[in-house]
């Protein structure tokens, strides 16, 4: 096997390539529907006997669980039972260079008596960030999923009811093989305001035929003066005469129909050239006739009809809302329940440690009174002491916002990376690659240095240092 | 004029402003990789060291901007 | 709160989750995990004591050792150069040994040859003094026997000219027949030799020689004869 791919990898990744330019042409990439929250899958995808809503990051919130539990096996089973058998190779050997590497390095850090727990918790948080990180490198997360009409429920405080509201969307598109998927050829346009385009050509048009109109009199009066001035001869009433034709035309209304009526249809076909290139080009909206066109059915009974909020996407109505794909699978480092729960895990195992190591007076870095009545500067160590308190707080904030902000740019930018330059994104993975492995050490590790810094007592560092 | 053009014009602006943030984080990035870079000049034994190191304290600067760019994300995903 | 999304029944269910995970990761990975890891990291300190321990000893057996070779090698050098000494030494002594078993051998050898041809000479003795006798008797007309030897022998010594006496060195005394250990005394003692080898030529026919470094008093028959024969002439 290795030696029938040796040198013939490159020209696999030539045809990949290849393949990606080709798909890249046929099927254009969308930007997929950005939003902060985790969003909900379709009826149908909710937790069992409740009617909670499934959100796509806790799909992959599931999968980092599967897959490391699977690891947790595959270490177990693979793992020599001493040291004196020789470690196997492969997987198992690198994630035991990785662990022995991150020892020593946590053992400089946090070195100390605690070093057990928190090694422990730096691993953990580490693999699960990591894993979840990772996983935006995977092709079809974040951007194989539902098609899903972005339609949305609005609360009408004047009329009491619900009504459905669309916003910016893509057209469905029927391909190949009968999978739909969104195309990003055509922006969706509401029925509503393809009817408005329609009378705005229908205005458009009248005001051509219009203009064609006054023209072909003014023409026509010119010709009259041009008559006149010659049978009189007389330069100076050319002034008058020409103010006199202006009123003179409204009486005579000398029309040519067949000039108004061809800047008429000139317009108006090309009102119906535009809607003929978009159905050319796939686009449902923008495709029912004209009223002026034949098998108009009125566009009254279907402004009436409500827009549908989860429509069939193989029916008429599928063409009257916007669609956005909706991933089956999104990041779940994106999502701020997870750097939010990881983040007060870490702060309340600070705590935790802080309480272990140093007893009840852990509470003195937050409440120093002690120097209160002391020293001179005894209000300045409450002030810090209260600062403390606010900034482990802080730190939850801290923690969850940066992880998220990090993997939420991340995954915006492989989606529009991917869009502006369909063929050429692979650079941004490998920075996303990048970034995902640093924030999950620089989460980790700041974990790690927070419980470290808990256990070191600040106000008697003689003491503390009497105890080792 | 139209509310919702205020109002995506309001956001775009908003956001805009909310990115100056981010060179905070790019001053910080500058200054700790150019001080890395002198450091490993000098200690060349030391490199592995001070590139790890450099690369916590990049993170750190980095997550200033990244805040910039949650606030900045915010005002464009969440507010409506 | 409702445009922030914040829903108080999801933040109950992060909360409850985030606590169960808590206690399953703690349970099931990091309390064991970290056991593992420290149980691991002890183990591998005590390899790295035991080894730096195990290093220690052997470079210290490895000093010790070298001291041993060292050792060793300067005995083994001590033997060696003893060895040698004393093989020269017993060599020398059997070259030695054999030079003078050689030597003996060729004195024993000589002396027997010589006392062989004494005897020899002896035994034919009679003969050649008859011969001698015969001839110098047709020649002297008198024959020599013992008596006649004695005689030459005392006229020789008297007859001596005096820088042949007190010579004191070695001399060489040519007879025509073996001398008898008195003649030999006496003529040593006349000559005043101290050192004198006797040799027997019957070709002088009778008579001594006496030679020494200087010169030599010829007082033999066969000189007189010649000397007679030229006074003949």
């Known amino acids: 096997m290795n030696s029938f791919w040796n040198g013939k990898r490159r020209y696999v990744a030539l045809l990949l390539f290849l393949a990606g330019v080709f798909v890249a042409l046929v099927v254009p990439p969308v930007i997929p529907f950005i939003q902060l929250a985790g969003e909900n899958l379709p009826a149908g995808y909710d937790i069992p006997f409740t009617d909670i809503r499934i959100t796509n990051t806790l799909v992959a919130a599931v999968i980092v669980w599967v897959l490391l539990l699977l690891f947790i096996v595959y270490i177990a089973r693979r793992r020599p039972s001493d040291g004196s058998e020789v470690p196997p190779g492969g997987f198992y050997n690198m994630f035991e260079a990785l662990y022995e590497g991150l020892m020593g390095f946590i053992g400089g850090i946090a070195g100390g008596a605690h070093f057990r727990l928190i090694f422990n918790m730096f691993m953990t948080i580490f693999l699960i960030v990591l894993l979840s990180n990772w996983m935006s490198l995977i092709p079809g997360v974040d951007t194989v999923g539902f098609i899903h009409p972005h339609v949305k429920e609005k609360f009408d405080a004047d009329t009491g009811e619900y009504k459905v509201i669309t916003t910016d969307g893509f057209e469905i598109y029927q391909g190949f093989l009968g999978i739909s998927y969104v195309n990003g050829q055509c922006d969706w346009i509401s029925p509503a305001d393809e009817a408005a385009a329609d009378a705005a050509a229908l205005a458009a048009a009248d005001a051509a035929a219009l203009a064609a109109q006054q023209e072909q009199l003014e023409d026509a009066a010119y010709a009259r003066y041009q008559a006149a001035h010659v049978a009189h001869g007389d330069d100076d009433h050319a002034d008058e005469t020409s103010d006199d034709h202006g009123e003179d035309s409204h009486g005579e209304e000398v029309v040519e129909p067949s000039t108004t009526s061809a800047a008429y249809d000139e317009v108006l076909a090309a009102r119906v050239a535009e809607k003929q290139a978009r159905a050319d080009r796939g686009c449902y909206t923008g495709v029912a006739p004209a009223p002026w066109q034949d098998g108009y059915s009125g566009d009254k009974d279907a402004k009436k009809e409500p827009i549908p909020l989860h429509p069939d996407p193989s029916s008429e109505d599928a063409k009257r809302v916007p669609w956005v794909v909706l991933p089956l699978v999104r990041v779940a480092s994106t999502d701020l329940n997870m750097t939010l729960t990881i983040a007060i895990i870490s702060v309340v195992m600070t705590q935790y440690i802080g309480f272990k190591a140093l007893g009840i007076g852990y509470l003195t870095k937050f409440f120093n009174f002690g120097t209160l009545f002391k020293s001179p500067l005894g209000g300045i160590d409450v002030a810090v002491g209260l600062l403390e308190l606010i900034g482990d707080f802080a730190k939850i904030l801290s923690f969850s916002f940066r992880l998220l902000g990090a993997m939420f740019a991340g995954a915006i930018l492989l989606f529009v990376m991917s869009f502006l330059v369909p063929i050429l994104p692979w650079p941004f993975f490998i920075l996303e690659f990048f970034v995902g492995a640093i924030q999950a050490l620089v989460f980790a590790l700041l974990t790690a240095i927070f419980m470290n810094l808990a256990t070191i007592s600040h106000h008697h560092d003689d003491d503390h240092a009497d105890e080792h | ?80 | 709160m409702e445009a922030l999304g914040i829903n108080p029944g999801t933040m109950l269910i992060w909360l409850i989750a985030f606590i169960m995970l808590y206690v399953l990761l703690t349970r099931f990975i990091y309390d064991p995990l970290t056991n593992v890891l420290n149980e691991r990291r002890n183990r591998i300190a005590k390899g790295l004591d035991d080894a730096a321990a195990a290093a220690a000893a052997r470079q210290n057996a490895e000093a010790e050792a070298e001291k041993i070779l060292a050792q060793a090698r300067s005995e083994a050098q001590k033997v060696i150069d003893e060895a040698r000494g004393r093989g020269e030494d017993v060599a020398s002594g059997i070259e030695q040994e054999a030079r003078q078993t050689a030597a003996k051998i060729q004195y024993d050898a000589q002396t027997e040859a010589v006392a062989t041809r004494n005897a020899e000479l002896g035994n034919l003795r009679e003969q050649v003094l008859q011969i001698s006798v015969a001839v110098a008797s047709r020649i002297l007309g008198e024959s020599i026997d013992a008596a006649k030897q004695q005689s030459l022998v005392n006229s020789f010594i008297a007859e001596l000219p005096a820088d042949a006496r007190g010579l004191g060195g070695s001399i060489e005394v040519v007879s025509a027949m073996p001398l008898t250990a008195d003649e030999q005394t006496q003529i040593t003692g006349e000559v005043g030799a101290s050192d004198a080898s006797f040799s027997v030529d019957p070709s002088i026919l009778g008579g001594l020689i006496v030679r020494w470094s200087g010169g030599m008093v010829d007082g033999s028959v066969r000189s007189q004869l010649s000397q007679m024969g030229r006074n003949l002439n």
């Open chain 2, 1 to 80: 004029m139209d509310p919702q053009a205020t109002i995506v014009l309001g956001k775009a602006i908003g956001a805009g402003l909310a990115m100056i943030g981010a060179a905070g984080g790019g001053i910080g990035i500058g200054i700790s990789v150019g001080g890395a870079v002198m450091a490993m000049g000098r200690n060349p034994d030391h490199t592995a060291t001070i590139q790890t190191n450099m690369i916590l304290g990049v993170a750190f600067a980095e997550a200033v901007a990244i805040y910039a760019l949650v606030v900045s994300l915010i005002i464009l995903f969440v507010l409506s």
